[in-house]
């Protein structure tokens, strides 16, 4: 069975960190565009980083310097370290696994910064 499950989601106060983790199962993240997506209340789902199979690393603005993706392809993971979180990083995190018209998603962990 294909599966894609973050986890490390949870409350934080501002300025804290934590490390989201996204583990594949049922295939190999080798080759696989790997990308960490985000949905606040009320927002549309945004997509904030993302590393390719040739580790190019990519994130939207409101995050650099801030946050980092990395993949373990022998752990069949890829993670996203966030430091200095803000309150407006409040959000469902989500990953996803993308290769040509192959698409996979994980549940979502949540993730609440506030004081």
């Known amino acids: 069975q294909v599966q894609l499950v973050e986890s490390g989601g949870g409350l934080v106060q501002p300025g804290e960190s934590l490390r989201l983790s996204c583990e594949a199962s049922?295939?190999?993240?080798?080759?696989?565009?790997l990308i960490w997506h985000r949905q606040a209340p009320g927002m549309q789902r945004e997509w904030i980083a993302s590393?390719?199979?040739?580790?190019?690393?990519k994130y939207v603005d409101s995050v650099k310097g801030r946050f980092t993706i990395t993949r373990d392809n022998a752990k069949n993971a890829v993670y996203l370290q966030m430091n200095s979180l803000k309150p407006e990083d409040t959000a469902v995190y989500y990953c996803?696994?993308?290769?040509?018209?192959?698409?996979?998603w994980g549940q979502g962990t949540q993730v609440t910064v506030s004081s």
């Open positions: 590393i390719s199979g040739t580790n190019l690393k």
């Open positions: 996803e696994a993308t290769r040509l018209r192959t698409s996979y």
């Open positions: 049922g295939f190999s993240l080798n080759g696989y565009g």
